[in-house]
């Protein structure tokens, strides 16, 4: 979101332009190489269903920067895999929202997995602070916001905001960096 600050500090700028490797688009091969490879690991041992590898690849061919949605959605497709014959199946694809559809999917159902109203109207208040929304839909950025932005003195309301930011760590969501006891630990939307 950011690669054009270094340039504010060119020793920085130079130095990571020295350094910059280029990587080429992927090919048709090397997506199917992704998708493939690690479901023939002999700790995963998956298979696809006829037809959904090609399914995979109209979805993210041309968009190779979502590789990150590909991950996550192999990854939710692996969770719900038939068990018996590890198989991975169109079903669970259309199911999990496919590749586009997936992280907002998983992310509303999160959600609506609060325990109630008061823990949702929280969760809109920490998503709120943690998106910069920017002027147009594709400038919204993440904002790292302080743990401490998220300390109230309503001892019920700061244990119910733990509560739902902890819900959605645990979903991966969101990501802290509590460094240490003397810089207070940020929370970052993924």
Do not use: W
């Not at 990587?23 to 090397?30: D, F, S, V």
């Not at 979805?59 to 014959?85: A, V, Y």
């Amino acid at each position: 979101d950011f690669s054009d600050h270094p340039m504010k500090y060119p020793p920085l700028h130079r130095a990571i332009e020295a350094h910059r490797i280029p990587i080429p688009p992927m090919t048709i091969e090397n997506l199917r190489a992704v998708i493939e490879c690690p479901a023939k690991l002999p700790d995963v041992q998956a298979s696809f269903e006829e037809n959904l590898i090609g399914d995979l690849l109209l979805d993210i061919h041309g968009q190779e920067e979502n590789l990150p949605l590909l991950q996550f959605t192999l990854e939710k497709l692996f969770e719900k895999r038939n068990p018996e014959s590890n198989l991975l199946t169109f079903q669970a694809y259309e199911a999990i929202g496919k590749v586009h559809g997936a992280l907002g999917k998983h992310a509303e159902d999160t959600y609506l997995r609060l325990s109630s109203d008061e823990y949702r109207a929280l969760a809109k208040d920490l998503f709120t602070q943690l998106i910069n929304p920017g002027d147009l839909e594709q400038d919204a950025t993440r904002r790292r916001v302080r743990m401490s932005d998220f300390v109230y003195t309503d001892a019920t309301r700061n244990r119910q905001m733990q509560g739902a930011i902890e819900h959605f760590i645990h979903a991966r969501l969101i990501t802290t960096n509590e460094v240490d006891t003397h810089r207070p630990g940020r929370v970052s939307i993924i």
